[in-house]
């Protein structure tokens, strides 16, 4: 790819998580601009496009893959529609940044996974988290053993407010939430592999909606085979905050990382200390989210394996599709 010329980046969906990638890859991604939208939504695309001066709106993703001034994709529709959208960005030759989860089955995910190979393009899963700087300084510490033997891990995500159950997919809380927290063990315990998954888990924000399927809190214990023990934990409801934290408790030390607060301003009055907390996680992680689309970039002009690959995407979703059966049986589950 030509060193000196502007990557021409393509975004398929613009709602929110979308439109804030389309917002990075024009304003935030030196030497790469934003140069069409496809969404199928009437209107959608063209109003993301007036307000980032997009010249080329498709209504059809497939017009945008199509499109030969393309080099890569960014890929921010719903999750139901990545697999297809994964196959047909790499059929079509371009890199692909697709936002998490890559796919809500084993058999969708290995099918995008082979296409990516077969057709020898660049994809990269949006783990935004090992993009932040404490977490991956804290991979990086693990790795050069400086906290020695990793014993036990925790990473939990707590989400400010539940929303709208109507939603949510069932076992969401799994394969859209947790699947980060995943994700973020791997990356904290590299070289170790998941051997089995244990989980308890309930719908008590939302009681009412329990008979659907839709869990809200939930704790996951995973055990490495590295000897390693891990917890996952999500809620759906935190009224303090978007609540993003991990820890690495190891042989000779101990690693912790994340944070709630807006900055490190500290209001102290009579009513006690106080401190402003996020409640978007792309106010929390903006930093990160920049860095991945970034990251991005670069290994398209360079050919570098992405930090966040196919395989580490399949091997977070192996963890979630195993906590799902842990659920429906009640008991611990080998992977």
């Not at 047909?88 to 030759?93: D, E, H, L, P």
């Not at 934990?233 to 934290?245: I, N, P, T």
């Amino acid at each position: 790819m030509n060193a000196t010329k502007p990557l021409r980046l393509g975004l398929i969906g613009a709602g929110r998580m979308g439109s804030f990638h389309g917002r990075t890859a024009a304003l935030h991604v030196p030497g790469a601009c934003l140069a069409a939208i496809a969404d199928p939504t009437p209107g959608q695309a063209a109003r993301l496009a007036q307000e980032l001066e997009v010249a080329k709106v498709y209504s059809d993703p497939q017009q945008l893959l199509d499109d030969p001034d393309i080099d890569g994709v960014l890929i921010g529709a719903p999750s139901a529609l990545h697999c297809e959208l994964v196959v047909g960005a790499a059929r079509a030759g371009k890199g692909i940044f697709c936002e998490k989860p890559m796919s809500w089955s084993m058999e969708e995910i290995d099918r995008a996974i082979a296409a990516a190979k077969a057709a020898g393009v660049i994809l990269q899963c949006g783990f935004n988290r090992r993009f932040a700087k404490s977490f991956r300084a804290a991979h990086e510490a693990v790795a050069a053993g400086r906290i020695g033997t990793p014993q036990s891990l925790r990473s939990l995500t707590r989400d400010p407010a539940f929303g709208n159950p109507a939603g949510f997919r069932k076992w969401g809380i799994f394969l859209e939430t947790l699947i980060h927290d995943f994700d973020t063990l791997n990356y904290l315990n590299p070289g170790a592999r998941a051997t089995e998954v244990h989980v308890m888990a309930d719908a008590l924000i939302a009681p009412r909606y329990k008979d659907r399927g839709l869990l809200d809190t939930a704790v996951v214990s995973i055990r490495y085979d590295n000897g390693a023990i891990a917890v996952a934990e999500a809620s759906f409801q935190a009224v303090y905050g978007y609540d993003v934290r991990a820890e690495v408790f190891g042989s000779a030390g101990m690693l912790s990382m994340g944070s709630i607060a807006q900055s490190d301003l500290l209001s102290y009055g009579s009513d006690g200390i106080r401190a402003d907390t996020q409640r978007m996680d792309t106010d929390l992680l903006r930093d990160a989210y920049i860095a991945e689309l970034n990251h991005f970039a670069h290994c398209l002009r360079s050919g570098e394996t992405p930090r966040a690959t196919g395989e580490d995407a399949r091997a977070a979703l192996a963890i979630a599709c195993t906590c799902i059966e842990s659920v429906e049986q009640g008991k611990a589950i080998q992977l």
